[in-house]
């Protein structure tokens, strides 16, 4: 396997992920071994030290002995520890950043997991109420940023790599945390696993398949939802759902999760999120109050579109003042920002030298736009222009003093006045320069 690895990949460049433990030790002896015979082969170790253990310095010092002896770079990390829940998922995120920090350019990552690890992570998955993703458990190649995990043990028993560590008089480090079965995996390690294998000797075997048939079905399935879900994005990938109450849940749950997963990168998202969502598509008749929260991120719904925003800061309060207009003025929550020009951009009445001229971000009541032949309240004015509710307290809203001008990009207050006139010495130019994107359908665009 190992030596397959190294004829797949041009550039051999390997990191192993390198505890001290029984397999990661097999793992950097055989790619040890394989460059005697492959000397072209760039080999490098890191060890993190997560600082737990009274032997954690004693197992830095093992790895480093072992790594001079072989002549292999190691580079040693340490985790600092304030975790207080979640320890084992929270260690391994903590671990694999600084994995991820240390990889170089086309560098390749390679692990000690083996079978017994694929199947406890796969008890762990059925233990959540994972579906087909969840259950495909760990693969032999994970793309990794812009590398890869590759895991040559995968198929291999932990009695397949210890016979392995024996044969060859291999001295490895153990840490017997593993033995506390409070953790998780430790109880599905010792206490679950071990009655199964002997009920079932063919066990492990059986559940390494079922995992493999998961992944090539949630393989299959986002092929064919890559190219169904073409017919409801938009060219701004909102998710058209005006047809999903023609469709079958089934198809539509699927859409909306691969909408989430690989269109908007949140990797997680839970069943219970996906069926929340789903029920208010289908079950408030005009979904203007859909906001299911995803992580950091909302998911809302408007004019039969769903919408992934970002949540950001609230600054309806927040009253920012351009007192120089010659410099551009930057908005907060990365909403760009506004500069003056000569000739192009949004044309509006010029202020009075002695105007305050300020930025907010929230105003109410009716207000005389310019197109318009009588008064109208601002809420109207937004659904007219359709700016959807999220996007109303974003939008930069001019004032010189307390007098509202101009939401910028959208309308223009019609200022009657007695010294405003359409002369050119009356007017200028200004520009807010932002990142929102039109929709198509629905039309809000304020470059």
């Known amino acids: 396997m190992i030596q397959n690895i190294i004829q797949q990949n041009k550039y051999k460049l390997f990191l192993v992920a390198y505890s001290g433990g029984m397999d990661s030790t097999v793992l950097l002896h055989y790619l040890f071994t394989m460059k005697k015979y492959n000397p ?48 084992e998922e929270q260690l391994r995120i903590k671990r694999y950043n600084l994995i991820y920090k240390n990889l170089l350019d086309k560098e390749i990552l390679l692990t000690g997991h083996h079978l017994n690890d694929q ?23 994970t793309i990794f940023g812009k590398t890869k995990i590759i895991r040559p043990f995968l198929t291999k028993t932990k009695e397949e790599i210890k016979n392995l560590a024996n044969l060859n008089k291999l001295k490895w480090i153990e840490d017997f945390t593993n033995f506390n079965t ?34 090539e079905e949630t393989t299959l399935k986002n092929i064919l939802l890559k190219e169904k879900i073409q017919q409801y994005l938009n ?15 089934e198809l539509c749950v699927a859409l909306i999760r691969y909408w989430i997963i690989f269109l908007k990168n949140i990797k997680k998202v839970s ?13 408030n008749q005009e979904n203007y109050n859909l906001k299911v929260i995803v992580q950091k991120n909302e998911i809302r719904c408007y004019k039969k579109f769903l919408y992934f925003v970002k949540i950001k800061k609230d600054i309806r309060n927040l009253i920012i ?68 509710p999220w996007l ?5 809203l001019l004032f010189y003093n307390d007098q509202l001008i101009s939401a910028l990009g959208v309308f223009i207050v019609n200022q009657k006045t007695k010294n405003q006139d359409n002369e050119k010495k009356n007017q200028w130019y200004i520009s807010w320069i932002n990142d929102i994107r039109v929709n198509n359908g629905n039309h809000f665009l304020f470059k």
């Open 182 to 215: 409070n953790y998780e995996r430790n109880f599905i390690r010792h206490k679950i696993l071990p009655v199964f294998e002997e009920k079932w000797p063919f066990f492990l075997k059986n559940c390494f398949r079922t995992t493999q048939i998961c992944n």
């Open 119 to 141: 199947c406890e992570t796969f008890f762990l998955a059925l233990k959540r109420g994972s579906g087909p993703t969840g259950l495909s458990a760990m693969h032999s190649e």
């Open 321 to 388: 003042f351009w007192h120089n207009t010659e410099n551009k003025l930057k908005l907060p929550n990365n909403l760009g920002y506004i500069i003056k020009n000569n000739q192009t951009g949004i044309n509006l009445p010029k202020p009075k030298n002695n105007a305050l001229i300020n930025i907010r971000f929230q105003h109410s009541g009716k207000i005389f736009i310019i197109g318009r032949h009588k008064r109208r309240n601002i809420k109207k004015i937004w659904q007219e222009h359709n700016i959807p």
């Open 392 to 396: 109303r307290n974003q939008i930069p």
């Open 271 to 283: 069943y219970k999120n996906i069926q929340c969502i789903y029920n208010k598509i289908m079950y």
């Open 40 to 87: 072209q082969i760039s080999i490098r170790a890191i060890h993190i030290n997560h600082n737990v253990q009274n032997d954690s310095k004693k197992w830095q010092t093992h790895c480093v002995n072992v790594c001079k002896e072989y002549n292999i770079p190691l580079i040693i990390e340490k985790i600092d520890i304030n975790i207080t829940k979640n320890i």
């Open 235 to 249: 060219f701004n990938e909102c998710l058209n759902i005006s047809n999903f109450k023609c469709l079958r849940k």
